[in-house]
């Protein structure tokens, strides 16, 4: 009897690790076998250049793409191109795009071997800055641009180190940062091409700082009246001999969700456990479909990881775009194929960026390429009576996605919605009789974020400002003599270069307001005698480019 029950219990076994190799395998079958389309981006469809070297997406929803042949600002439909012009000196320094930053003021970076530039929004003009030659930090090859918390600008070259630079002088500090370069025999001289690849901040407000000689932690330090702040810096270097770690040297530096430190190389993926010290390496294996593709990570500008909404953690390299699920288990690869126009257009990827619609754009030296990582809708999203966690009315007027990818959602009789797409949670802003902070009416037609990241809302016949932090409402009341309250619904607003806010109303023609004196400086009403005014009473949208105003009646 013992010896056939051993023999079942062997068969039973083994049928069972059968299934579970079975499964597995199937499961490997189906991540190598997800697919996504790809568009392909060239001169053709109006970029400067098909080498991409930066994207970034900025708070106002453009997207920047950095290239070989100048810079393009994109709004969803066109291209708008910035090219260096030897006759003005308010052009961009140069057409090699090396990376692209946006400060907390929303203010657009721009570096080149030619130094960097900042970019005026209302009047499009780059003013340019260059380190002195006979300073320490004195190459112009700036390859990286950030900021720290006091809204100093932390700068790397491809041979001078590290930086800072105070963007209310506009001048580079003297001093130059030790990051534990090799240095020539001297003891003066910097070995050439041992640069900066990369500076990234976390959530915390550390800087985390890649180049040849590993990963360096600066946490800025309180600083001294009239000084700028200190550092401390925390190094971490390759170990052949420990294979606890950093792998290589470092491209690219990413905080995830989580909070984990994630290090791209040229030899491979790496983890911080910041407590430890320690690093856990994700390497390319041939005998593993499910490793990386391959260990080679590089990216202009340092840009050469995101991860995506659902925790996916998408890796540039030179042979492939590689997705790590968000368990952190297994590498999904994306290849150029001949045979398919919809793949990627060439292996040798260099930049990522993913943007609030879950759109993700890769660079590359072959064409940008553009893939929907989700193509399911958002569904029907509707009021249910039994249900305070939906959208508080049906009839709706309006809809806006501030910088930080809430959804406001303005309707005819329920107030003012805000919808996190995360945790899919509604927020109810109504009017309340008891409350002068809360909403002054229920009908919410027109909101804007303006380039402050400020919301502002029409609701009824008043313009009001929203605290997001008190989830109050400051309101502006037209002061105009000639005002009549009755019907004069506000149904749309923008704002100009020059940050004033212009506002389009049903019957009481269209309003300028100065949104630093928080006052209306002009109203412009209809004149039947007047060919030169605004052709009716009312206005039913209105919008403004750089140079002009234009009202829809």
Known sequence: MLKISMQRWLIRETRILYLIFLFSEYQNIQAQNETLRFEHIGIEEGISNEITTAILLDSKGYLWIGTSDGLNKYDGYNFTKYRFDPFDTNSISQNWIYSIFEDSHGVIWVSSFEGMCKFDRATEKFTRYKPSPNARFSDPNISVINEDNEGMIWTGSYASGLCRFNPKTGKFLPDSIDLDYPRSPDNKTIWPFDGVNCIYKDREGTLWVGNTTGLHQIKPTAAKPGQPSGYIIKNYRPDPFNADSLSGMVTSVLEDKAGIIWVATNNGLNSLDQKTGCFKRYQHDPKNMLSMSNNSSYAWGGRGMKEDQQGNLWICTSKGLNKLNKNRTVFTRYFHNADDPRSLSTDNVTSLEIDRAGILWVGSAAKLN????????????????????????????????????????GTYKGGLNRWDKRTNKFTHFRHDPANPRSLRHDAVRAILEDRNGHLWVGNGDVLSLFNNQMGEFTHYKSNDENYKEEHQLILSITEDREGLLWIATRGDGIRKFDKKARTYLKHYHHNKTDSTGISDYGAMAILADSRDIYGLA
């Open 370 to 409: 553009k893939a929907k990582l989700n193509d399911k809708g958002f569904g029907l999203r509707r009021n249910d009576p039994n249900d305070l966690n939906s959208l508080s009315n049906n009839e709706v007027t309006s809809i806006v996605e501030d910088s930080s990818g809430m959804i406001w959602i």
